[in-house]
């Protein structure tokens, strides 16, 4: 049993920070809110995502499992205005979604949960630098790394305390150095590693640049980004491989 | 003898109501106002467009008839803004249409009526179910079930008195159900007739979102679309023929 | 010697008036200000961009050159916000340019200036007549003429006391007269000649809709644009070949 009243926003906002990474999903309908975890073909990005009954208007649940198509539902959200709420009702006899928007309705057609790659198992690293950091600092790091490269490195300098990021190009280069003034957070530690671009341009796509993300570093370790959505209500980590350092 | 003075914005509207279906087109001027009427090459949709002298700040004409490509004098009426008023005038020896806009002149070459497809006749059907709907309404059924599928059912459910939009894809399905409350008017009456959408979202482009549309609907018979434009001085009515329901 | 602070907003205008042109350019970093002259491949179209001192929030320098990509040097203004300074320090160890934007930094590896097409020399042409004119008229008068021709002819009409532009496409016709009434200024003087659409668009695009443009004509003669930039601390002026007119 699952039947359930979000707002468009919230669903949306959810729904982005996997879609970044896969096409398909399984959505694990529990008592107490959804989880989604999946990781990307190439096994290099993760993302685990929970959004708690509390992000929804109404949220009805016994702990049922569904397979999805990402872009079909965000097609439907995506019909909605920012203020409407969408109502979503499973069907557990024909294996349907039915949604709903101020009446108009679409039923969506599940997957079998079984044919969408496993879930991963995010571990749980203990790292030794954690940086807490506004989404639009990583996005303007981004955007302009990704004028020069492919690849970015994240990096804590102990002796200066502070984060930077680094990307080196064929003829040019981008830096940028935040201190303990500039961060909402510093804890330094021993941190190095560099980073596809292209994953980390999908997952700040998902990233509110108002967020407060907490980034947790090493060296030549996965990096993993926390934040809020839905008010808080929601929470999405994202892990992402190190790259192979070629000197 | 053609000569009139309009308002960019009445005279994009109104082209923008026989352009969606095709790309030239024969303009009536009568004496009381222009009159267009056209059908697609393939003979599906047709458009019946009637914008009287009262919509235009001037108008003097004695019944000429000319023919005009339509995405030609789309860009004209284009070039203005708003607010700004689009001067036409038809030079008979020449037979090119001298439009301008603040000072700027555009000569625009004209096509001899008898080289466009001939005018179609509309028939005058006698539709047992009408439908008066918000534009908006029109809209959003039309985008959602451009996801799913590539024709739509328009329908009344005489039993429960509410009028029904459906589209069925290879998964999944759109459905929407407006009654008496949802719809500005409804007179019930045996309908269903299924569309192609290409058409139907073609007419939606040139269906304002506030605009009041009167559908007449009936059993695998063409529906009629018709609206007013230029705060009621103009009027659209399309006509789309179904397309046979296969099982 | 080279260090400098300018607003976003200024960097990007300047550097837009000779990137519709060219690819790269020289720089001349003199001690009043910047200076950049170039021509296109073709040899038609020319641009000398001075910009002072006083356009900066701070400005050091001591008459170097060097050379630069300039669709680079646009991203990176690109990157900043309106409101946002660019910081430019020249490494002329290392030849290239450093940048930072709210402490982003990207170095910018410069070009070897003497592999950058010679800097044209814009004579000192004496044309008779003289228009100023808004860059609101040229924009639409250059939209308008686009949509039938891949020409416009520019001229004075001395008899009339006017200045008008003239696109004659295969079928249809675009004109535009204006009078001292409709100008800034207006010094009548023999003058009509034809240039390439293609390059008065690129030019038209680096013109602000209030910029206040000078324009020197003449018979089968370049025509040169004149306009500030930058509240008056700048300066472009552009010159355009003439087409040979054929009948």
Known sequence: MFKAIVSAETLRTA??????????????????????????????????????????????????????????????????????????????????LHTQIDGLEYTLALIDPDSIRQEPDIPDLDLPAEIVIEGADIDRAVTAADMVSDHIALGVDEADELFYIDAEGDTDDVHLELDQGDLIDLQVGPAHSLFSLDYLKDMDKAIAKDAEVTMELGEEFPVKLHFDIAEGNGHVTFMLAPRIQSD
Not at 34 to 62: C, K, Q
């Open 15 to 96: 729904l982005d920070s996997v879609s970044v990474l896969v096409d398909e999903c399984k959505i694990h309908l529990n008592e107490d809110g959804i989880e989604i975890r999946a990781v990307d073909p190439a096994n290099v990005g993760m993302v685990d995502l929970s959004l708690s009954a509390d992000a929804f208007e109404s949220y009805e649940a016994d702990g049922g499992l569904i397979g999805v198509n990402l872009s079909r539902l965000e097609d439907i959200a995506g019909m909605a205005d920012a203020g409407q709420l969408v109502e979503l009702e499973l069907d557990e006899e024909t294996r349907k």
